[in-house]
C-alpha cells in the first residue's frame, strides 16, 4: 500500500484527485492475472472549507445555489454516493484499490469493513474509544432536509465514538477498482450543512441543532486542526510492513490528471 498524506486543497480538487486516483488504478488492474495494483491511502483536508454531495445528488435540488455563491462557500460532487457533507474540522481519506485486491478489496461489505477497521484501529492508537457501528441508525427524522445530510444517519460498518455518528463514509466500485471515501469529524463545524440547505431558517435551525445532537466528534482527544500528520503516523502503525509514505506534492505521481471527468464541481 501507499499512504499518501496529501493536504489540503479545494473542495474541487480534492474531488477530482480522488477520481484520477479511482481511474488511474482501474487503467493499472486491467491486465488479468499477476499482482493486483498497490492500493492508495489519501489523507487530506478542505481549505477553503466547503460542501460535498453524493454522485447521485442533484445540486438544484438539494442545494441553496445562491446562498454558497453569496457567502462564497464551494461545492463538488463526490464521485462516490452517500448524501451532503460540510467539511470544516475534519480529517478526510479516500482509498483506492483494486477489487481483487485480497487485503482491501473485495465485495462492498468486505472493502467497508477492511478500511473501517484500519480507521478505528489508528484512532483507538490515539486515545479514541472508537467503534464500529453495530447496526444502522436512522438518526435525525424530525427535520425536514435530514435525508440530504450525511450525518443524519448511521450505516453499517461506519465509525462511532460513545455510540453516536464519529465519521462517514461511500463507496464507489467501477469494474476492476473501488473508491471509499470518509469524513473524521474533529469538531461541529459539519452542522453548518444545514445553513447551505434549501429549507427554510426555521429548519435549518433544526436540523443543526439536531445535527449536533446525533454526532460525535473527537475534539476531546485531537484538536479541530491537528494535522494530518499525526494520523498517518497512527495509521502507518496499523498498515502492514512495507507499508510506503509519501507526502504533499510527491504523490503528484499517482494521478491520471487527464482522466478527471468522474466529478461535478461548482463555486
Known sequence: MILWCDGAHSPQENMRRDAALLAALEARAITPGGEPPEAILRLFRFDPQGLTLGHSQVPERDLDL???RADRIPWAVRPTGGRAIFHAQEWTYSLAAAIRDPRWGGTL???????SRLVVG????LGLPAALA???RRGVRSAPGASAACFAATARHEIVLRGLKLAGSAQRRGARGL???GSLLLGPG???LA???PLTPERRETLRHELLASTAHAGEWIAPDAPLERWAESLLAELPAGTRRVDAAAGASLLTLAEAGSY???S
Open 66 to 68: 445562491e446562498r454558497c
Open 109 to 115: 461489505s468486505e472493502a467497508y469493513d477492511r478500511a
Open 122 to 125: 489508528s484512532l483507538q492508537r
Open 134 to 136: 453495530s447496526r444502522p
Open 179 to 181: 473508491l471509499q471515501q
Open 190 to 192: 459539519h452542522a453548518r
Open 195 to 197: 445553513h447551505y440547505l
Open 264 to 266: 461535478t464541481a461548482g
